[in-house]
């Protein structure tokens, strides 16, 4: 935007001319949603001169998709703390985290309730509120949050709702979440025909699994588990949130695989999920997660790209998107930065990276991106944790590398409870920190529902919504902006 006043004067200067009055100077106090003006880029360019015009703007604007959104990071603790009082939890004042248990350090929820200090020390201890970067390792900090979020009991429709409501809000209209789905049942049949695992005999490891992958009653127990969560979720969209059903946004699920626990687990899990896509068309993808910084997950990850090519091929080849390169020199050596994401793409076959913030250190860079364009790998980029995970921001992250190398970038929340932030303030910071124009602001909202894991017929329907949604908005903004 910077270039387009620049070149706007320079005209005005040789021409003589007036500046065209689609075209409003930021020096003007006109607000940007004065009625008249129909050219939106020309409102965005007012809208950025303060961060309250921009989440306005940007509120309301269409955002499309949220493609990298972990359910229970999600979670704000303002509503853990509803969670935890409904569950008649107790409160350990050591641990900071809910408990069944009365114990010597437990308080119970009328205690918590009134005490401010241990409500504050609680939404600290869940969330980056309580962490300044004097003051510990904020991935530290960030990755400790959530046993504590998961001790409230919160359950997975109240996430969702919760989810749901606060995206409609901020008009987005289709979400895919981070959510595991492991039925009980189905979990116990999978560990019971687990005989081992021999990396250098995957067909044998996998043999035992072959008949429960393709069983109906497996198949069923995912749609039910899927079907009881949306079921409580659409409950409380409408009775607490108020929201109509049509006015939610479409949700798909992907189920995350623990990349710093056994192997074993890992191999077992892996069959279970790409099991679990093949099962319900709600369930769209598998994705990898954990501290990607730590020993185990270093020292496991080739393994893990061999079961993962192994069982991707053996199970229908259902997509993939890793995170991957969430890595810096403060949480890792460089060396697993050589080729992190090159081979999470080419064996773990991610369509999606998650993160992707060391790609500067890959071995032929310029390689990677242009296969990155041409196969149209897409980045899930996350501003507000990279900066407390990694303590990467502003011109330290590589937003602007794959932009100019063509990678088509989405902007994402990951765990926006935890981070205290939600779509609109990852928009905000992508703005202020890569001055970003309407037209990329387009750009990369279409980029997320163009890259949705979605058959082509149920995308076409979210790229239309979208479009008309685009409309709606730019007619607004030319007739008022009220809602
Ligand atoms: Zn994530």
Redo the contacts with the bound molecule.
Sequence with gaps: MRKWICFCCLFAAINGCQVAPHTPSIDTDQPFWAAGDSDPAARFALARRSTPELIAFLRRMPKGADL?N?ISGATYSDYLIDSARRNAKQFDTVTLAFTDEEGPDTVGMSTFDADPELIVAFRNAVSMRGWYPSSASGHDHFFATFERITSAGRSAGEMLAEVMARNAYQNVQYLEM?ATTAPVEVVAKFRAAYRGLDLNNLEASFAPFAQLTRDPEVAAAFTRELDAWEVEALTLLQEEHHLPPERAPMVRYIPQLDRVGSLDRFFVAAVLFMTAVKSDERIVAVNM?APEGLPSARRQFDAQMRILDFLWGRLGEPPMTL?AGELSLRESPVEPMWDRIRRSIDEGHARRI??GTSVAWERDLVGLLEQMRAEQVLVEV?LS?GEAILGIANEDHPFDLYRRAGVPLCVCT??EGVSRSNLTMEYVAAVKRYDLGYADLKRLVRNCIDHAFLPEELKAVQQSELETRFAAFETSLAEGFRE
Aim: glycine share 10%.
């Design positions: 990298h972990h981070m997660v995170h998650g993160h996350s944790s990951d765990d």
